[in-house]
T-cell receptor, first 115, second 112 residues
């Protein structure tokens, strides 16, 4: 398995633009997580899905952020409009239920810079 | 409110030395405590984990010490190597959830 795949790896955009980050989880994993990493706040959980259904989005900072999981192999995190304070590394992670449920597998991250 | 407090924020150790990273938590409903290791440009990866029914777990040069009464746990890296240079995150998850709440991370540099 290629692991969790995220794109783009780097994104530089201007304030006010729409940003879409993409994630392909490991096949067979039924949980998908979006985390944000900053120096000030570390790794924050934004939202997670189980079987493509959003379970907890209490970590989403505000209405400018939205996430979808249209099928088991694809998820997006969208920021519209983007602001400089959204600059961070965004990670997608997935895990299974049952054996191996204790292990989150992270993607390599998408580094977002909003100018 | 930070549910898992991690210290120090950064740590510099000489090759062969012992690296120690500490974490504390408040919620007694946490029952799984993993440590994740992150190299530059990569995502975090599970390194070692412990449950509160044991006081210590060792895997090679990495040891977790767990003090349930004090609600503290720590990672010890024995004989630290330059290849151990990375950011380390402690985490805790609620009973049965396996959804980690992370500490803020510790940047470890091991000098040759």
């Amino acid at each position: 398995d290629a692991g969790v795949i995220q794109s783009p790896r780097h994104e530089v955009t201007e304030m006010g633009q729409e940003v879409t980050l993409r994630c392909k989880p490991i096949s067979g994993h039924d949980y998908l997580f979006w985390y944000r990493q900053t120096m000030m706040r570390g790794l924050e959980l934004l939202i997670y899905f189980n079987n493509n259904v959003p379970i907890d989005d209490s970590g989403m900072p505000e209405d400018r952020f939205s996430a979808k999981m249209p099928n088991a192999s694809f998820s997006t995190l969208k920021i519209q409009p983007s602001e400089p304070r959204d600059s961070a590394v965004y990670f997608c992670a997935s895990r299974s239920t049952g054996a191996g449920a204790n292990v989150l597998t992270f993607g390599a991250g998408s580094r977002l810079t909003v100018l | 409110q930070q549910q898992v407090k991690q210290s120090p924020q950064s740590l510099i150790v000489q090759k062969g030395g012992i690296s120690i990273i500490n974490c504390a938590y408040e919620n007694t409903a946490f029952d799984y405590f993993p440590w994740y290791q992150q190299f530059p440009g990569k995502g975090p990866a599970l390194l070692i984990a412990i449950r509160p029914d044991v006081s210590e777990k060792k895997e090679g040069r990495f040891t977790i010490s767990f003090n349930k009464s004090a609600k503290q746990f720590s990672l010890h890296i024995m004989d630290s190597q330059p290849g151990d240079s990375a950011t380390y995150f402690c985490a805790a998850s609620l009973r049965g959830s396996y959804i980690p709440t992370f500490g803020r991370g510790t940047s470890l540099i091991v000098h040759p």
